[in-house]
Nanobody, 121 residues
C-alpha cells in the first residue's frame, strides 16, 4: 500500500505565507508526477500545481507567481510554498502522486487525506 501524509496547513492572514509538505511512503518503485489540488466548500476539486520527476512544473493561473511547487525525489516528498495568500485561497489542499509500485506495473494515482488552509482578510 502507498500512503501520502500532508502537513503544514493552518490559519494565516491575507498576505502571509504557508508551506505544505506531503510525504509518500510504502511500496514505491517510482513516482512520476506529484501535485497539489484544492477544494473549497461548494466547489469542485481543482488543480493548483504539479511537478514531474524531472522537475517540470505546471501551475493554475490563479496561483502563478505566488506559489512554488518543489520535490525531493530521494524522500518521495513534494512541497508547496504559498506566498501572498488571499482569502480565495482558502480550501482543503490535497496531495496527489502517480506511483509505480513495481517495474511491471503502470502508475496509479494516490491521494492524501487533505489539509485545511484558511486565509483571513
Amino acid at each position: 500500500q502507498v500512503q501520502l501524509v500532508e502537513s503544514g496547513g493552518g490559519l494565516v492572514q491575507a498576505g502571509g505565507s504557508l508551506r505544505l509538505s506531503c510525504a509518500a511512503s510504502g511500496v514505491i518503485f517510482s513516482i512520476r508526477a506529484m501535485g497539489w489540488y484544492r477544494q473549497a466548500p461548494g466547489n469542485q476539486r481543482e488543480l493548483v500545481a504539479t511537478i514531474m520527476s524531472g522537475g517540470t512544473t505546471n501551475y493554475s493561473d490563479s496561483v502563478k507567481g505566488r506559489f512554488t511547487i518543489s520535490r525531493d525525489n530521494a524522500k518521495n516528498t513534494v512541497y508547496l510554498q504559498m506566498n501572498s495568500l488571499k482569502p480565495e485561497d482558502t480550501a482543503v489542499y490535497y496531495c496527489n502522486a502517480d506511483v509505480r509500485r513495481s517495474f511491471i506495473t503502470v502508475p496509479s494515482p494516490y491521494w492524501g487525506q487533505g489539509t485545511q488552509v484558511t486565509v483571513s482578510s
